[in-house]
């Protein structure tokens, strides 16, 4: 069975210092990989999506970059955090060619202070 | 542009009685939209709920039903009875065709009453 992980589980950084989310899916080759941020009480957004290793597209700017260092890992961040960057961050997957439904993991809550 | 809208939450009924949660969407740029709702339940993770590819048919899962209607641009959530189970955050969400997009609404919270 497919498992993912994302890691820390919950955040407290200060505006302007780095950051790094990850996320790890295990059990699954070659899997389509995504990001999503949702801001308190907003709408869950779409960040970036990748279908192999090495790249990445963006969907929303919001000074935020994404990389896929393996085929089963995907990495969020930035050097400078903004305020605004606080919220929900979810990863998914879904299998190659994408005509499946997404898979989401647990999440990471960011508070930038 | 492609978006989805949905019912304001949060919204409260009692145990048995019917729900419907109003999704519509436009998709502008998606040739051929696919549609899902998606439930978060307490303490849980976002979870598919149901899914539909075709305008004109009905997916169904846990008892809920939606239906794909091109006409309308609509995508209503409708259970004939809900449980205190059923209390969770349901997200419907449009898709194109390879799906590496998905636009989501922004949730209902429903809480169901015993």
């Known amino acids: 069975a497919q498992t993912i992980h994302q890691w820390p589980v919950a955040e407290i950084k200060a505006v302007g210092s780095p950051l790094s989310l990850g996320c790890t899916i295990k059990?699954?080759?070659?899997?389509?990989l995504y990001w999503y941020w949702q801001a308190t009480g907003g709408t869950l957004q779409q960040l970036f999506y990748s279908i192999t290793v090495g790249q990445v597209e963006s969907v929303v700017q919001l000074n935020l970059s994404a990389s896929r260092p393996k085929d089963d890992q995907f990495i969020l961040s930035t050097e400078k955090l903004l305020l605004s960057h606080s919220g929900f961050y979810l990863c998914?997957?879904?299998?190659?060619?994408?005509?499946?439904?997404?898979?989401f993991g647990p999440g990471t809550r960011l508070t930038v202070l | 542009g492609d978006s989805v809208t949905q019912t304001e939450g949060p919204v409260t009924v009692s145990e048995s009685e019917s729900l419907i949660i109003n999704c519509t969407y436009s998709?502008?740029?998606?040739?051929?939209?696919?549609l899902f709702w998606y439930v978060r339940y307490p303490g849980e993770g976002l979870q598919l709920l149901l899914k539909v590819i075709t305008a004109g048919q009905k997916g169904s899962s846990r008892g809920f039903e939606a239906t794909y209607n091109k006409e309308t641009t609509s995508f209503h959530l409708q259970k004939a009875s809900v449980q205190e189970s059923d209390s969770a955050v349901y997200y419907c969400?449009?898709?194109?065709?390879?799906?590496?997009?998905?636009?989501f609404g922004s949730g209902t919270k429903l809480t169901v009453e015993p």
């Open positions: 998709a502008t740029s998606i040739a051929y939209p696919n």
């Open positions: 059990g699954k080759s070659s899997p389509n």
């Open positions: 998914a997957w879904s299998p190659v060619g994408g005509a499946e439904e997404q898979y």
């Open positions: 969400a449009l898709g194109g065709s390879n799906y590496n997009v998905l636009y």
